[in-house]
């Protein structure tokens, strides 16, 4: 009689354990505690395109929440600590030396837009009136400064050192024929200080963010760049299903529409 009920609770207790196990299964994310997913962005174009991927994720019984962060750094500290789910904000260069740099365990996910860099003035009409000794106003963070000097030797301002790509630095100038004083800054504050310089290099969401339009109002702009943004997620969670089921909304058609529709040639899909 005791074998037959040992059997019994044995039998339950496999059943039961199956069954939380399928639950589990059934459900594939350890993100939606709270059966929210928490994007963090910062402000303009990534913003107003994930507030749109969350229009349609709605559709699917996935609550999307937007984060807005006022600069670079945030967001990827936010995301190690598990403050917010995922990220949608930055290119892989400055990803990867903020990993390094701080030890976070972030990691690419999947591509989205690329956003032109472009030089703007509030002074000039063209950059060949920049005055001799003028201040070019730049972003100060690793990745960014050296995409600005490449966009300045881009524009023949300046000439660096050959190789370096976007690991340059101020220190890495071998030309530059009008005594041009480079000047770092922090990249989201440069076009509240545009007027304080002779003309400086602007990351495009902050420029929009600004009521500039890389297009129209910038003096030369980033040609054929590279620098695509992406979408990152703690190393542990980059499998998850609703990490998928955002990319896959990402990257539909109906995104991409939104996207050439609402800016212009100024953020570009890159995927």
């Known amino acids: 009689m005791k074998r037959k009920y040992l059997l019994l609770i044995t039998a339950l207790l496999v059943t039961f354990l199956a069954a939380c196990g399928g639950d589990e299964e059934e459900s ?5 505690e709270d059966g929210v997913l928490t994007v963090g962005v910062t402000a303009g ?9 969350a229009e349609i994720a709605a559709e699917d019984d996935l609550e999307i929440e937007t984060v807005v962060f006022s600069d670079y750094v945030m967001p990827n500290v936010s995301l190690d600590e598990g403050e917010i789910d995922i990220s949608s904000f930055q290119t892989e260069p400055f990803m990867d030396s903020m990993v390094e740099e701080r030890g976070l365990d972030i990691v690419k996910v999947a591509d989205t837009v690329t956003f032109p860099m472009g030089v703007y003035s509030e002074s000039v009409d063209s950059l060949e009136d920049l005055p001799d000794g003028a201040t070019l106003g730049l972003p100060g963070d690793p990745t960014n400064s050296g995409r600005a000097l490449l966009l300045f030797e881009q524009a023949g301002l300046i000439t660096l050192e050959e190789g370096l ?18 000047l770092e800054l ?19 969401n902050f420029a929009i963010e600004a009521g500039l339009s890389p297009n129209d109002d910038s003096l030369f702009i980033e040609q054929d760049s590279t620098f695509v943004n992406l979408i990152a997620a703690r190393t542990e969670n980059q499998d998850d299903e609703v990490v998928q089921q955002f990319i896959d909304i990402y990257h539909t058609d109906e995104v991409k529409e939104f996207i050439e529709e609402n800016f212009d040639g100024s953020v570009v899909p890159g995927w």
């Open 28 to 32: 594939g994310s350890d993100l939606l």
């Open 45 to 53: 174009p990534h913003e107003e395109i994930v507030e749109k991927i």
């Open 165 to 182: 790509g976007v690991n340059a630095t101020v220190n890495d100038v071998v030309d530059n024929p009008k005594d041009l004083e480079l």
């Open 186 to 204: 922090d990249s989201a504050q440069i076009p509240r200080q545009l007027g304080e310089v002779d003309a400086a290099a602007i990351n495009s």
